[in-house]
């Protein structure tokens, strides 16, 4: 929003000098307010808060050095930062009476626009970063103040020195009572104290929190039960800051609990009644569902669905062995069930292992009389125990477990009807898990889809390569991406998550889509890799991923990286040189919570090509990384005559890996800068300096190409820069949004055609309005045509060459039409 940008107070009694400064700081993100005097100075600050204030010298009645002691007086304005700029004498005296006065800096008229806006610019960094420092200290004070649970601030003797609302609504008592007493004080006699050795434990470091339950006496003196949970503010050096702890009434919860359990046992003691009725009919249902012709998580979810209500049990769960260290889990809970997949537990339990090594039933009666058995998929609140092999011709595929949340004796007939279900159960697991493997391929193929066409990017041409490792029956986490940017940039991506599987190639598609939301909002590519590292830990606090992020800039060659712990890209010089940007290299994703990523850049010259590939390309069994780095390097400096990047793929995949292939994924992008930009350019641009740079840039290098002269570069950039920013200001209001350039040639002219989406709008700022006259002067003819879908701005300029060969020179003005509410 406009108002939230920072103020800057510009003060200076000669109206053309604020005007100057106005032109100067005009680029900055923030808001010029002027005044003529250092009376009206004074009285912009009483009402405006600024970050920074300009102040002239030399002025009548109330000199600058005169408003700077009066601002200086003030405690509201005293920290305002002020430069002084004057055209007075350079003299020790003067300079000297400007820094007594409270002046920051001191810039002599007449100054540089570039060095006057370079400081003006750090002083609105510092002021942001302090706005952003109160911000987060009341965020944090009004997070106290209105946390839903009781909290309070103690010293190292328990004494309390803070109080936030609900703790004072807790114990009935206003903030002022409970300040300055200790928290044993308003504990319960008998739980006073009983937390003494996990407090001194804490307070020396010994352990981070500790939570415990106590009752609290509130002002009427009755007991609040509460949960206290405790830990410690430390300072940079280790020493103790601040005792923390949250209080939480659970008087509400306990009840709750209890009218819970007995709900449960109502229920319990209900199915048991039920049982012997329905046990003909279970029989016939369980064995319905096991031959249903359904795929295996339905058939699974409906077999334990009334496997749970026919046992009248709390949960159910099936454990079926996938590969050497997975396994799938599906639990049942009443008539709700879900399907997950997990790895390391369940199928490894004391429970599963004595199941499939005793190839049994297994009762447990009592979970807590067995603990080396209570580690198992249902859960640590169930109590008993029932489970049976799945066995097909004596081979066991996995378990089938039962449990309740009381004590329970299965009977023999529990235990022959739940064998029933688990052999009706194998069969169907069986027949069903074949037709799922074919398809299990094809489907993690699919959750790592790759771009299916690159994009079109004047003066780059572009391919890629994907091998799945392992014969492409296990997808990995290698992912690629190419990111057309505005100003006709190019972002590169290239990547690797660790692991293999569904849950790497699921990974692998949530950093890309992260990853590409990032470049397309501005990011740099260390800013996009800091933000993805935080994005990889909010997932999962054990995956890592390597990543290189590159963004290229055709037009002059320019390349941003920034590497987190991938393969550096190669870049091949049009001299047939091979060079390695490693220069950026950091630690992978995921591996630290702050890794501080840096950039690099490099120059892609034209006829140059850039290599990016992950570690499959490179990587062989029983060989040394660096070899594999030779390899690629020999492909790609061997000599060819198609010098295309889909040739150089072709090259390089046979040259790096041979005819034995890899057992990784192998991912694998060239990108080559052409010689030349092409006799016709198309760009969508956005109002956003980066975007406007680079077409600038863009605009030379194809003027350049297309024969035209040092002036008449500098003319045509000139009045089609000025033409972009009519585009920015009358059809979208200063705003960001795209807009679309053309240059062509046609019979020795060069033509360059601007069109907005907008809707004209007049100029807000009384400076401006001298755009198309500029455009006119610098170029033979200027045509504007407005429409309702937005505006289109065509400059025509024949080339000096083409004027000495005697192509005529269309008159300056012929066609040049002044649409309503255009620059004039």
Known sequence: MPDELPAVLLVDDRPENLLALEAVLAPLPCRLETATSGQEALRRLLHGEFALILLDVQMPELDGFET??????????????IIFVTAISKERHHVFRGYETGAVDYVFKPYDPELLRAKVSVFLDLYESSRQVRRSEELLRATFDFAPIG???????????QVNRALCEILGMREGVLLGRTLESLTHADDAGKDRDKRRELLKGRRDRYQTEARLVDAAGGDVEAELSFSVARDEDGGLRALLVQVQDVRERHAAELARADLIREQ??????????????????????????????????ELLARITDVLGVDGAAVMLGEGEHGQVVVQAAGEAATYVEQHGSGIDSQLTARILRERRPVVVADTSQEPDLADHALGQAVRSLLGVPLLVDGRPLGALQVGTLFARSFTEDDVDLLQLAADRAALAIERVRFFERQHSIAEELQRSLLPESLPVVPGLSMAARYFAGGAGTRVGGDWYDTIALPGGRLALVIGDVAGRGVDAAAMMGQLRSALRAYALDGASPASALERLNRFLLSLAWDSMATSLVLVLEPATGRITYANAGHPPALVLGADGEARSLKESLSVPLGALDVPGYTEATATLEPGASLVLYTDGLVEQRDQLIDEGIHRLETALLEPTEDGSPDAACERIIRGALGEEGSNDDVTLVVVKAELSLGETLQLELVGEPAALTSFRQALRRWLSEVGAGDQEIHDITMATNEACQNAIEHAYGLSPEPFDVELSRDDGSVVIAVRDRGGWRE?????????????????????????????????RRALGAAQQNGAPKPPSSSRARKPRGSRS
């Open 68 to 81: 700077a002691e009066y601002i200086k007086r003030r405690e509201k304005t005293r920290a305002v930062p």
């Open 268 to 301: 319990v003691a209900r199915a048991e009644a039920e049982t012997v009725a329905r046990r003909q009919d279970a029989i016939r249902r369980i064995t319905d569902a096991a031959l249903a012709p359904l795929a295996l998580e339905d058939l699974l979810r």
């Open 151 to 161: 909290m309070a601030r103690l010293d190292g003797q328990g004494t309390i020195q």
């Open 763 to 795: 100029s807000v700022s009384e400076d401006r309005g001298r755009g198309l006259p500029l455009m006119r002067a610098l170029m033979d003819a200027v045509d504007v045509e407005q429409r309702p879908t937005g505006s289109t701005v065509v400059l």
